[in-house]
């Protein structure tokens, strides 16, 4: 592996808990990482679903008002479709046609990104408000981070926003 | 030891991912015999694996019209 290729970084700020968006947080993660990018995801807001263990609706989250949202929000299994969701049907519309097409589902791209060994951090001031606590994402969650150290990370590479 | 990969119904960004994760648990000196595509996959699955300093050592048709079998060493 060329020094050049090592040096190429790749940061995503994975922002949305839609279903569309993470596909394509995870697809442009693991195919980066499988070219050799170094991959940083940090999940704040409503990406923060997408790295809960409880993939379902789940009182997860401290006082009552995080556990209400947490129930409503859910886990990856329950991200909604940004546009045309039609009551939570689309998401499984969509994993059907994605299987049916070979295309990977976000399950596959999640599990593929965590072979590729890309690095995954939560922001800790969305989990603050959100009353999430680190043992409530996957073990694969590096770290809890805010924005300096995001930007730290960050530098030299690419940053996108989803 | 040689090894084996169908990726000919995938897509982007699973043609790649695949194969990079089977290289990964590969000894060096192991060859991956990777099945694809013509198209994306026969564009991009020898060239990234050669950046990734991997040696692709032959691409050849398959018996299929449009599906190559590329040979890459670890």
Redesign the interface.
């Known amino acids: ?2 020094e050049e ?1 090592q040096s190429k970084k790749l940061s995503i700020i994975a922002f949305s808990g839609d279903f569309d968006k993470l596909t394509a947080v995870f ?2 993660a ?2 980066a ?4 990018y170094e991959v940083n995801l940090f999940f704040t807001f409503w990406g923060l679903d997408a790295i809960k263990i409880k993939q379902g609706r789940s009182p997860v989250g401290k006082g009552f008002l995080p556990k209400v949202f947490g129930i409503f929000m859910g886990g990856l299994k329950a991200a909604p479709v940004s546009r045309l969701n039609f009551l939570g049907a689309s998401p499984k519309i969509f994993r059907y046609m994605m299987r049916k ?4 589902t976000l399950e ?2 999640v599990s ?1 990104a965590k ?2 060994k890309v690095n995954f951090y939560a922001c800790e001031m969305a989990m603050h408000i959100l009353g999430l606590q680190k043992s409530d994402f996957i073990p694969e969650v590096k770290d809890v981070l805010g924005v300096a150290t995001f930007l730290n990370l960050s530098e030299g590479g690419q940053t996108l926003f989803i | 030891m040689t090894y084996s990969l169908d990726i000919t119904k995938e897509h982007c960004p699973m043609t790649f991912v695949k194969t990079k994760i089977e290289l990964g648990k590969l000894q060096s000196g192991d060859v991956l015999n990777v099945r694809l595509s013509e198209g994306e996959p026969l564009e991009n699955v020898p060239k990234s694996a050669a950046e990734q300093g991997f040696k692709v050592l032959s691409v050849t048709p398959a018996e299929i019209k449009g599906i190559y079998n590329v040979e890459i060493e670890k």
């Open positions: 592996m060329s290729k697809t442009l693991t195919g990482a499988a070219v050799g097409k070979n295309v990977a596959e791209l593929a072979a590729l």
